[in-house]
């Protein structure tokens, strides 16, 4: 039986004062008993505060991304062992605000990558994530371009294969995947539960023929793009949808609380 997950993902929002604020009303707000486990990734910056703010209680903090080397001359970047140094339990690895492709801008404005992450340079965060003892949340997802051109299901199977390329089953019991379409992040276009779930059932099939049956049956499956307390209970009650990546409205509390409720 897999645990239910709910992560929300801050992206460069909240001050630490804000951040502070946030984690003094979600504890408010907060379900007691709820089974599902819950997640925030707050800008770096603000993750001791946030770590701090939230000891004791079962939220867990964790990272937006990661660097894949332990230390050295690599301005402006983060290794996974500083991340979990500072209290941070998962990274989420491989967002599309932060994927390019293959560092070249063919993809519309709308969905144009700023950090040119590949599929190449995932798989190396993937192991270094992995070695540094943080729970992988690992994304994949198509661009409405892609998805009207057919290729929904070939994108999310190249993407998994470049990021889980050499990885043996035992090291990937920890991995969590997050199908996020790209046309859905922060738009307000939900993705159809039952295509959503269609998506995650594929995910799983693919796991179980590159990596293992056990892999696809424990890894955890998120969906990710717009969710809100309206929608979140169709979504996290398909079988094959494990809980959410939450975006903008993980940033109200009470609002995230309610979507941690619907899992
Ligand atoms: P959204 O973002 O919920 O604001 O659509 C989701 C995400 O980017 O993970």
């Not at 937006?64 to 140094?85: C, H, I, N, R």
């Amino acid at each position: 039986m897999r645990r239910k997950l709910v992560v929300g993902n801050w992206k460069m929002n909240k001050t630490v004062a804000e951040a502070d604020d946030w984690c003094w009303n979600y504890v408010e707000h907060q379900l007691i008993g709820s089974e599902t486990e819950v997640g925030v990734a707050p800008p770096y910056l603000g993750l001791v505060a946030v770590a701090e703010s939230l000891y004791g209680t079962d939220v867990m903090v964790g990272g937006q991304d990661a660097f894949w080397l332990e230390s050295g001359a690599y301005t402006g970047l983060v290794s996974p062992t500083m991340l979990k140094d500072a209290g941070g339990s998962f990274c989420i690895l491989g967002h599309s605000e932060r994927r390019g492709r293959f560092g070249k801008l063919e993809v519309p404005e709308e969905t144009l990558p700023y950090f040119s992450e590949t599929d190449a340079t995932l798989n190396l965060k993937l192991a270094a994530v992995l070695k540094a003892g943080l729970t992988p949340i690992l994304c994949c997802g198509e661009t409405q371009a892609e998805r009207d051109s057919g290729m929904t299901d070939s994108v999310i199977e190249r993407q998994l294969r470049g990021a889980l390329h050499g990885f043996t089953s035992k090291e990937l019991q920890p991995l969590v995947l997050a199908y996020e379409p790209v046309w859905a992040i922060g738009t307000g276009k939900v993705c159809d539960s039952g295509e959503a779930s269609r998506i995650s059932g594929f995910i799983r099939s693919h796991l179980k023929v590159a990596v293992s049956t056990k892999v696809s049956r424990s890894t955890r499956i998120l969906y990710g793009g717009s969710v809100k307390s309206s929608n979140a209970a169709e979504l996290f009650a398909m079988p094959d949808i494990d809980g959410g990546l939450v975006g903008g409205a993980s940033l109200d509390p009470a609002e995230f609380a309610k979507i941690v409720g619907a899992a």
